[in-house]
Antibody
Framework: QVQLQESGPGLVKPSETLSLTCTVSGGSISSYYWSWIRQPPGKGLEWIGYIYYSGSTNYNPSLKSRVTISVDTSKNQFSLKLSSVTAADTAVYYC???????????????????WGQGTLVTVSS | QSALTQPASVSGSPGQSITISCTGTSSDVGGYNYVSWYQQHPGKAPKLMIYDVSNRPSGVSNRFSGSKSGNTASLTISGLQAEDEADYYCSSYTSSSTGVFGTGTKVTVL
């Protein structure tokens, strides 16, 4: 079955850019949408954004100015970049396959499954 | 977009039934049948339990059921078991074409 694995630095300095990669195994990244979701320590889940294998994206408005999600179909990977990070960006970051229903030009997010195991990123000097 | 509202905690004895609510607006929960529920044990990734309001993925116990009325979705766990003790999150599609999660509910088995 499809498995996802996040990778990237566990420590990022304030004002720098957080960069993570999600590697998809056991299936193709094609024909699906893929999301990044984060969870600050002891807090709830926050959807960051998604990317379609073709490269189209959609982001959480609260993070849109700082977020870039990209895809590399040749490596079966997609990536997250979050710029100008602060301590508030400290969180466990998850990647997840995103089931969507496409009707016309609208992609309705249905659910997230499966998820990666998550990776803790701490923002600190 | 504001997080969907869930009770902070719900508890029950083994064998009992509990219900977790997830309240949003007509722009998310009330407007679409795209509500999903996730179970998260400490230190683990969330696991999909219910999708499209009331559907169970293969492998999820039929003790878990979902429903929706107006702007509020609900997850019911019947025949509560010790292994059900975890955090639960709802999620919905929004009219902004984004996803939003609930505030989370800690389920305690007494």
């Amino acid at each position: 079955q499809v498995q996802l694995q996040e990778s990237g630095p566990g420590l990022v300095k304030p004002s720098e850019t957080l960069s993570l990669t999600c590697t998809v195994s056991g299936g193709s990244i094609s024909s699906y949408y893929w999301s990044w979701i984060r969870q600050p320590p002891g807090k709830g889940l926050e959807w960051i954004g998604y990317i379609y294998y073709s490269g189209s994206t959609n982001y959480n408005p609260s993070l849109k100015s700082r977020v870039t999600i990209s895809v590399d179909t040749s490596k079966n990977q997609f990536s997250l970049k979050l710029s100008s990070v602060t301590a508030a960006d400290t969180a466990v970051y998850y990647c997840a396959r995103t089931q969507t229903m496409v009707r016309g030009v609208i992609s309705f997010i249905n659910w997230f499954d499966p998820w990666g195991q998550g990776t803790l990123v701490t923002v600190s000097s | 977009q504001s997080a969907l509202t869930q009770p902070a905690s719900v508890s029950g004895s083994p064998g009992q039934s509990i219900t977790i609510s997830c309240t949003g607006t007509s722009s998310d929960v009330g407007g679409y049948n795209y509500v999903s529920w996730y179970q998260q044990h400490p230190g683990k990734a969330p696991k999909l339990m219910i999708y499209d309001v009331s559907n169970r993925p293969s492998g999820v116990s039929n003790r878990f059921s979902g429903s929706k009325s107006g702007n509020t979705a609900s997850l019911t766990i019947s025949g509560l078991q010790a292994e059900d003790e975890a955090d639960y999150y709802c999620s919905s599609y929004t009219s902004s074409s984004t996803g939003v999660f609930g505030t989370g509910t800690k389920v305690t088995v007494l």
